[in-house]
Structure formats: structure tokens, C-alpha cells
């Protein structure tokens, strides 16, 4: 038994002092080190409320779909934007959104929003287009409010 352990030692001794068979080379070139700006990070723009006045947030974030970006107006505000007195005049029942580059359309009817949650919703869409000035059609239950265009964008 005494014999085994001996030369099981050993042997794991041998593999260990053998390596794994990767053989020593030269520096490998891999030309020169990266350069140039370093790219910003990812921003969500969001139209909250404040004092009954859109007000424009920019998080800190990754890249969403238009219609995660929208869902976070029915969200809310967080809490340090809570703190600083933003809300959202955007019900939860509005979730889920789909988006088109022209229309938002919502899960409760169009005509029930506030005005202030449909220009939430047409600023923070006109945010995600690429190109401005755009026109936003909302749509929810069959009733269209549009098309229209952010208060602050022009």
C-alpha cells in the first residue's frame, strides 16, 4: 500500500514537472496597440415629468429594442430621478409597446392617455429615430392620435 502511494506520488510529480507539451516560442507580433477615441457609452433617453414639463433623462444602459425603451416610461422614474422629482404620466397597463419608425402602438386605448404621457411617448420615440425631425403616430385600441411630433425637438 506504502509502495502505491510512493509511486503515485511520483508519477504525479513526473506529469507535473513535464507540463502539458507546450513548447516555448518567440514573441508572437500583433502589431501596433489600439488607437483612436474610445467609444461612448450606451445612453437611453427617456422623456419624464417634472413640474408638469417633459424633461429629458439620459441613462446609463445597454442597447434596447424601441419597445423595451418605451416600456421604461410605464416603468417609472428611478430612485435617484424620483429624488430629483421626475415621474411618468405613462401607465403600467400601456406595456407592452410595439414601435414602427412612424407609430408607437400601446395596449390600452390612445385616447385615454394624458396629453403630457402621449408627448412622452412621441419625444422618447423621436429619441430612437435616426433622423429628425420625426412624426409619431400613437395608436392604442383602435384609436389614433397623431401624427406628431416632439414638443422640444422642433
Given at each position: 500500500m506504502k509502495t502505491r502511494r510512493i509511486l503515485a506520488a511520483g508519477l504525479l510529480t513526473l506529469a507535473t514537472m513535464t507540463g502539458c507539451g507546450v513548447q516555448p516560442s518567440d514573441a508572437i507580433p500583433a502589431g501596433p496597440p489600439p488607437s483612436g477615441p474610445i467609444a461612448p457609452p450606451l445612453k437611453v433617453t427617456l422623456y419624464l415629468v417634472k413640474n408638469g414639463r417633459l424633461s429629458m433623462v439620459a441613462r446609463p444602459g445597454y442597447r434596447l429594442s424601441p419597445a423595451d425603451t418605451l416600456a421604461l416610461l410605464a416603468a417609472g422614474p428611478t430612485p435617484r430621478e424620483k429624488a430629483r422629482g421626475l415621474t411618468t404620466d405613462v401607465p403600467p397597463q400601456a406595456v407592452p409597446f410595439s414601435m414602427t419608425p412612424s407609430?408607437?402602438?400601446?395596449?390600452?386605448?390612445?385616447?385615454?392617455?394624458?396629453?403630457?404621457?402621449?408627448?412622452?411617448?412621441?419625444?422618447?420615440?423621436?429619441?430612437?429615430?435616426?433622423?429628425?425631425?420625426?412624426?409619431?403616430?400613437?395608436?392604442?385600441?383602435?384609436?389614433?392620435?397623431?401624427?406628431?411630433?416632439?414638443?422640444?425637438?422642433?
Open positions: 407609430q408607437v402602438t400601446l395596449s390600452t386605448p390612445a385616447g385615454d392617455l394624458s396629453a403630457l404621457a402621449i408627448d412622452q411617448i412621441v419625444c422618447t420615440a423621436a429619441a430612437l429615430a435616426p433622423e429628425t425631425p420625426v412624426q409619431i403616430t400613437v395608436v392604442g385600441a383602435g384609436q389614433d392620435l397623431g401624427p406628431r411630433s416632439c414638443p422640444q425637438r422642433g
